[in-house]
């Protein structure tokens, strides 16, 4: 299993990055250079063992053609005579044969003792009739060993040519010995070019493992989440400081934000107390039936706005936790699809006030869950709060729930202004409100799919601009909770 990751790592990262970098500009340059080195060194040792092969081939062909000539012939003038001593006397029989012919072929010698009956008739001998002393190379008929010939004429006294000497050697020990050559060349090139795969392996892994742990911890940082991890590469060199650096900054990003939450808590839990009596003061004047119209008008103002406010800080104080990770649920078995109607029919009156219907059609069914209900509630009044704010009067805001296998989904549709394509990424973001001008602070969608997610649910939203908006709430449901209901 460990190999067939370290494999697939392997492929994934020589395919892009730095990976495919080093296998361009030093892997495949050392692969060219080794496997030519290779080859030009195996072309040399091969060249080298054969010329010196042949040249002494040569050297023993015309040395033989020149004593035939100077001392052999004058003495005995008869070519069969001649042929046999040049034959017999040959000391180098061990290492090459030697075959005297006359120029005809039918006559002819060898060393090996045996007599040869039909002599080969190579291009080497057929030059040597010619007077050219000249080589041949090839594989026997017979026996398919590769050997090679050097061939001279003889000449008789009045320089006419009446033989020719050859002489064979087997290239058998020398293709031996050049096949563990070439062994030896072929070992060392691999062990090169596996050393300098491991030493890029090495080097690639200790450059692109930190690297790609930058990228992720950088990435939490651009999405503000400063605490989920910091870079533990210890080593002194310039990737080590870097991670240093980002570990720093991350820090005084972290500290900074604490700082501006810390205040943001503080003045929401200060607001609080005043808000409360404002509120409380302004419902007791409500009831007072002294109290002339304007002056009844200008109260329920104060009691509106002071609700708002009070919301707004109850909101702040929520993205406050949450950015603080003090944001908790404690859940309770739950009918969810009730608490979801609930909030629908609370919504639905204050819709009416807008001109704008909820439709829903209610359910029979009963979801026991394990949640916040009062958390999810807070979910459901922020989704219907912002169809409402975005419909136009006399629209509708369609409500529906879907049971499903697994799993439970709220869906809240609108027909109003809808989002825009490049809004729709950020919506979920503290304090973002795109091009909206409804009232509202942008933190609702934020800490509602704050909320769904730390009930392991999710909050999905589509929209179009001008053609409306869907948001589906989608949360898990244990099955065990379900049977226990149904029991
Ligand atoms: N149903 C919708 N139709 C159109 N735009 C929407 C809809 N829901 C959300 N948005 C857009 O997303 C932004 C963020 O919504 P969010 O609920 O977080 O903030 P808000 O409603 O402006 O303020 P808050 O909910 O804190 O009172 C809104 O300002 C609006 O631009
Ligand atoms: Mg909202």
């Given at each position: 299993?460990k ?8 492929k994934?990262?020589?395919?892009s ?10 892997f495949a ?21 054969t ?25 005995y003038r ?5 042929a ?12 090459m044969e030697?075959?005297?012919s006359?120029i ?34 090839g594989r ?18 009045d ?9 064979i050697?087997?290239?058998k ?8 050559i ?6 060392v090139?691999f062990f090169?070019?596996a ?8 080097f690639?892994k ?13 990435l ?22 870097l ?22 808590s503080?003045?929401?839990h200060e ?10 003061w ?9 109290l ?6 200008g ?14 800080v ?11 990770g ?35 059609n ?14 999810m ?30 799993c439970?989904?709220f869906?809240?549709?609108d ?24 009232r ?14 730390l ?13 409306g ?7 898990p449901?244990?099955k ?8």
């Open positions: 299993m190999v067939k990751n370290f494999f697939i790592n392997l994934s990262n020589l395919v990055g730095i990976a495919a970098r080093w296998l361009i500009s030093v340059p050392v692969l060219a250079v080794v496997l030519l080195s290779c080859m030009i060194l195996c072309v040399f040792v091969s060249n080298f063992y010329t010196t092969v042949r040249n002494k081939l040569r050297f023993e062909a015309e040395n033989t053609s020149k004593y035939f000539e100077s001392y052999v012939y004058p003495e008869d070519f069969t005579t001649c046999q001593l040049l034959v017999s006397d040959f000391d180098k029989k061990t290492m030697i075959q005297v006359n005809s072929g039918k006559s002819a010698y060898s060393s090996t003792g045996f007599a040869v009956t039909e002599l080969s008739i190579t291009p080497d001998v057929l030059e040597a009739r010619t007077g050219t002393t000249s080589y041949w190379s026997l008929e017979t026996t398919g060993e590769k050997i090679i010939s050097y061939s001279a004429p003889l000449y008789n006294t320089h006419v040519v009446c033989g020719t000497v050859r002489m050697s087997s290239l020990n020398v293709e031996e010995l050049l096949s563990t070439y062994l030896i060349v072929a070992l090139g090169i070019i050393l300098t795969a491991f030493s890029g392996i090495y690639i200790s450059i692109v493992m930190p690297v790609r742990q930058i990228n992720r911890v950088t939490d940082i651009a999405k503000g989440n400063l605490n989920a991890s910091s870079l533990n590469y210890s080593s002194s060199d310039e990737i080590g400081q991670c240093r650096n980002i570990n720093m900054m991350a820090n005084e990003l972290a500290d900074s934000q604490k700082v501006k939450n810390d205040f943001i503080q003045i929401s607001l609080r107390t005043p808000i409360t009596a404002i509120r409380g302004s419902e007791t004047m409500m009831a007072d039936d002294s002339n119209e304007l002056a009844k008008r109260v329920g103002i104060i009691n509106e706005e002071t609700e708002r406010l009070s919301k707004m109850e909101e702040m104080l929520d993205m406050s936790r949450m950015q603080s003090r944001l908790n649920i404690s859940t309770t078995p739950t009918d969810i699809i009730a608490e979801f109607e609930n909030t629908v029919f609370m919504m639905g009156e204050r819709a009416k006030g807008e001109n704008i219907s909820i439709v829903y209610m359910s029979d069914e009963e979801c026991i869950i394990n949640c916040d209900k009062d958390r509630k807070q979910v459901f009044f922020n989704i219907i709060d912002n169809a409402i704010k975005h419909s136009n009067p006399g629209s509708e805001v369609m409500a529906s729930t879907q049971r499903e296998k697994d439970i989904k869906i809240i549709e027909f109003g202004a809808g989002i825009s394509r490049e809004d729709l990424p950020y919506v979920k973001e503290m304090f973002y409100k795109g091009s909206s001008q409804k509202g602070s942008g933190i609702g969608l934020g800490v509602s799919d704050e909320i769904v997610r009930h392991g649910g999710s909050l999905d939203i589509e929209s179009e601009l001008g053609i908006t869907k948001v589906t709430v989608t949360l449901v244990s065990e909770l379900q049977n226990d209901n149904t029991d």
